[in-house]
């Protein structure tokens, strides 16, 4: 909507493609819920207090449908409910590498100084080694990585499970986020119940061997549940808290829940 034309004039406002956005937020049955009465940017307006008045307050506006569409998804969020799981006969070979830089710079972590932080909400803030990590319990997955962009890709995925990580190092499960810091600059959080979910795995694995660094290395959370971009990789530190974190997409704009 701030956007310019050739000649370097702002342009006005198009309400219709605010409304247009606004359709497309709550377009997912995840978000129908909310009733056709709320499709108008009356009924918007009023549920997220906006008034759209100028270009600050549009923004305003869209990101208050971000947020009740995050409330939305959360409210109808199973944590028992699995996603599909395929064969390995269907497996996405090779498994496509996405990122926010090109793969020349994807970071190199040595495994023998790897050092993972706990922090926020946790009794047990000790770091954990890598083999450490790796000779947790073990849980593996084949499962559909579902990309904003559009693509989807099934892979093999290796590690131990989230939820009882969590459980051993003292987590607060009724705290409301978890929240991760990566070695490429990367930063996202999710929401308790989805940490818990019994598919949310702690991956250290691809395809029956240790995580490569286009994927990963040396681990990254797999979420079956979540769109790619929630699934962090190159972890280095894990909180626990109740003050939302935010994330590298969300705070640029993008859906925080994130269910695929």
């Known amino acids: 909507m701030n956007d310019q034309n050739p000649r370097g004039q702002i342009r006005k406002l198009d309400r219709s493609l605010i409304l247009q956005d606004a359709k497309r937020e709550l377009a997912m049955p995840a978000r129908r819920l909310f009733g056709k009465q709320l499709l108008t940017l009356g009924g918007l307006s009023m549920l997220t207090g906006c008034s759209l008045t100028d270009d600050d307050s549009v923004n305003k506006f869209l990101t208050a449908v971000s947020r009740l569409n995050d409330r939305a998804q959360a409210f ?41 932080q706990l922090s926020g909400l946790v009794t047990g803030k000790r770091t954990w080694t890598l083999p450490e990590l790796v000779a947790l319990p073990h849980a593996e997955q084949i499962t559909r990585h579902i990309c904003v962009e559009g693509w989807s890709a099934v892979g093999r995925w290796g590690g131990t499970p989230f939820g009882d990580f969590l459980k051993r190092v003292g987590a607060d499960t009724s705290a409301k986020y978890v929240g991760f810091k990566c070695a490429d600059n990367y930063y996202e959080s999710i929401d308790m119940p989805t940490a818990l979910h019994p598919q949310t795995l702690l991956a250290f694995d691809y395809d029956g061997q240790r995580l490569p660094a286009q994927y990963g290395f040396p681990m990254k959370l797999r979420m079956p549940t979540k769109l790619g971009y929630k699934n962090p990789k190159h972890i280095v530190e894990i909180f626990v808290t109740n003050t939302y974190p935010g994330g590298y997409w969300s705070d640029q704009g993008y859906n925080w829940f994130g269910g695929s």
Do not use: C, G, H, M
């Open 76 to 116: 109808l969020f199973d944590s028992k409910q699995l996603a599909p799981t395929y064969t390995e006969a269907q497996i996405t070979r090779p498994f496509p590498f996405n990122a926010y830089y090109d793969i020349d710079q994807v970071p190199q972590v040595d495994a023998s100084t790897y050092r993972l």
